[in-house]
């Protein structure tokens, strides 16, 4: 599936940036979904996002500068407002500035310390995590950069049990039990699903230290949400009591390209496991799921008939049916390398 030719996904939130890099003086660059947009923060210091393209003569304004809230392109000096207008073009001395001057605004939005662009009307709200504002719970931002994997890969393999055993070996996987137990359970949502499961790890000594145990081996209680189209999170539970939840997004830039955001919330303190060590540890992890995933083909299908499957496969073969039916719901087909924009969706 071609993120970029399949305008329903456009519909949706993503996080594309920290907040924290956004400024009121410095514009910043990004592309999402093919779309190339710039943001910044406004007078009121909320992030904005529009159109990187000026409607004069087509220059980045991501190029230019911000001014009382306002983007300044650095061609002909015409500024846009938050909203797309254009309220400023230095070459007009008193004539009205017409109303066909603008370029595209987007929703923009912060929550969880990121700024999240939907470039469409929202189908769905931005994923609710209750923990985030758990006083009990601290949230440490783990990474934020891009990888070269489509998010259709990415997000099956964020529910995929088998690959573990294998893909982490180095970490927590164990090759001498490489079965997954059954799922326990999988309830569809309206945004996705819910997926519990077990799963015995192995436990090196830098985790031993994050989870304050001694033990070789533990047996992680998983809840994994999925909200689609390629975002999740992962709580798990362990026996000593610690809640450890990922949430992961797979912000897409281009068909071939997804900016990993990713951030962990926990019910313990600095003083239990320092936050250096936790993200050691889940750089590990991530890194090894890097590796592999960079090598598999950007365009996955929706098809089933394209690729083969096994019962561990389950959420997965979910994901590409639920995305499936959200074309044709839609009126879309999928587009694929290989195909014309008649071909219709199987599943």
């Known amino acids: 599936m071609l993120v970029t030719q399949q305008p329903i996904l456009r519909r949706f939130w993503y996080p594309v940036v920290p907040i924290a890099q956004l400024s009121t003086e410095h514009p910043y660059p990004f592309q999402l979904l093919g779309q190339k947009i710039v943001l910044w923060l406004d007078s009121l210091k909320q992030p904005v996002a529009v159109a990187d393209k000026c409607c004069h003569r087509s220059a980045q304004l991501s190029k230019g500068a911000i001014a009382n809230g306002c983007i ?191 951030f962990c919330i926990r019910n313990d303190t600095e003083a239990d496991a320092q936050a250096a060590d936790i993200i050691a540890f889940d750089r590990q992890v991530t890194q090894e799921d890097r590796d592999i995933l960079e090598t598999t083909e950007y365009d996955a299908p929706l098809c089933l008939a394209e690729e083969q499957h096994m019962a561990s496969d389950k959420p997965g073969i979910i994901i590409r049916h639920r995305l499936a039916a959200l074309l044709r719901e839609y009126g879309e087909v999928e587009q694929r390398r290989s195909q014309s924009t008649s071909t219709a969706v199987q599943s």
């Open 72 to 262: 300044r392109c650095p061609y002909h000096g015409w500024a846009y407002n938050k909203e797309g207008k254009c309220v400023d073009v230095p070459q007009f001395k008193s004539q009205p500035i017409p109303v066909s001057y603008q370029v595209a605004a987007f929703q923009c939005v912060e929550r969880y310390d990121y700024a999240w662009v939907c470039l469409g009307d929202p189908l769905h709200p931005i994923p609710a995590i209750p923990e985030a504002d758990d006083s009990s719970f601290r949230m440490i931002h783990e990474f934020y950069e891009t990888w070269q994997v489509s998010g259709l890969r990415v997000i099956e393999n964020s529910f995929d049990s088998a690959h573990g055993h294998f893909v982490h070996a180095s970490s927590w996987g164990d090759q001498g039990n490489p079965v997954p137990p059954p799922i326990d359970e999988i309830t569809e949502t309206e945004t996705g699903f819910v997926m519990k499961h077990w799963l015995e790890v192995l436990n090196p000594e830098l985790q031993k230290k994050n989870l304050g145990i001694a033990t070789e081996k533990t047996i992680r209680t998983n809840e994994r949400r999925w909200f689609m189209p390629f975002a999740r999170t992962l709580k798990i539970q362990y026996p000593n009591g610690l809640n450890h939840l990922i949430f992961t997004a797979y912000t897409p830039i281009d068909d071939r390209t997804s900016q990993l955001v990713q």
